[in-house]
């Protein structure tokens, strides 16, 4: 058994072909390019590419409905209410499954990855802003119009700063990549990381990889910040705790490379602020385990 997928990320393509166990066992990559005649281009190249398999699955960043119709894409320069699934299928001369990519990164790591046998998983992936995914009682959660799975729009603080999409204090302003980059850069500008502005240069030029340096040297700015940070992760994820009641909660993006310094506090506070703590069994909270491949792998498992 050969199934390919394709993540379509705001600048690469990404095709895999996974064998039965899911392991990856071919891959390919080229740039996204702009607008959907072009890309069904790059795509059709990669199926070509990936070639021969015996399904066929795309993760496209942004909201997906039900039908396959990309319906918006924030990250994707001109695709807006494009029919992705009919229109590639018919070039290609087979059906195609499409989903949002992270709903594909949550298929992959319960499938084939970290949150294995579990039947219900709680996914965000941290990134520039906090996607996710659902599964509850063995299925993936789609929602009524497939757009089910965006945690970083839950406000946390109504008084809180902007967010794109028009409100105040949403999950995703604190505890992303770049919600730790605006923690940093406040705390840089009160005059409490020394460390880590001579390791950026400035304070405006703060970012999360010099948090995670300073971290490392054991720098206690930069400590108290990566705990502020977890803090916030640690809200949310009790909120789809009371919410959803996961076995395991599965941490994705592009901290998953810092587990050794993200794990502990955000484990830490999680059981403080736990609901019943003491009269339940706390779920596992892991870092997610296929990396940046997850959403393509959860691709070929949708076809
Ligand atoms: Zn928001």
């Not at 195609?96 to 294995?116: F, R, S, Y």
């Not at 409490?192 to 995670?212: I, K, T, Y």
């Not at 700015?221 to 009790?238: F, I, P, S």
């Amino acid at each position: 058994m050969r199934r390919a997928g394709v993540d379509i990320g705001g600048t690469k393509c990404l095709g895999v072909v996974i064998d039965g166990t899911g392991s990856v066992i071919e891959e390919t990559r080229l740039p996204t390019p702009y607008g959907p005649d072009a890309l069904l281009a790059v795509l059709e190249q990669l199926a070509g590419d990936l070639q021969p398999y015996d399904s066929f699955g795309v993760g496209a960043a942004g909201l997906v409905d039900r039908n396959g119709v990309w319906r918006a894409a924030p990250n994707v320069g001109g695709v807006a209410e494009f029919p992705i699934a009919t229109e590639l299928a018919s070039r290609l001369g087979h059906p195609v499954g499409v989903d949002n990519d992270a709903a594909c990164a949550t298929l992959a790591e319960w499938q084939v990855g970290v949150a294995m046998g579990a039947t219900d998983v709680v996914m965000v992936t941290l990134g520039t802003g906090i996607g996710g995914g659902f599964v509850v009682d063995d299925q993936l959660v789609r929602g009524a119009n497939g757009f089910a799975g965006e945690p970083g729009h839950m406000v946390v603080d109504p008084n809180g700063p902007p967010c794109v999409c028009g409100r105040r204090g949403c999950w995703e302003r604190f505890a992303s990549g770049s919600g730790l980059t605006r923690l940093a850069r406040e705390a840089a500008t009160g005059g409490r990381l020394v460390r880590v502005v001579a390791l950026a240069g400035d304070a405006e030029a703060v970012r999360g990889e010099h948090v995670e340096w300073a971290a490392r040297e054991g720098d206690r700015g930069a400590l108290a910040v990566v705990d502020e940070w977890a803090w916030w992760v640690a809200l949310g994820l009790v909120n789809l705790t009371n919410l959803l009641d996961p076995d395991v909660l599965v941490m994705g993006g592009g901290l998953a490379g810092a587990a050794d310094l993200v794990l502990a506090p955000v484990r830490h506070h999680f059981a403080r602020l736990l609901y019943a703590p003491t009269q339940r069994p706390h779920p596992r909270i892991e870092m997610a385990a296929l990396g940046e491949r997850s959403a393509a792998i959860g691709a070929a498992l949708l076809g």
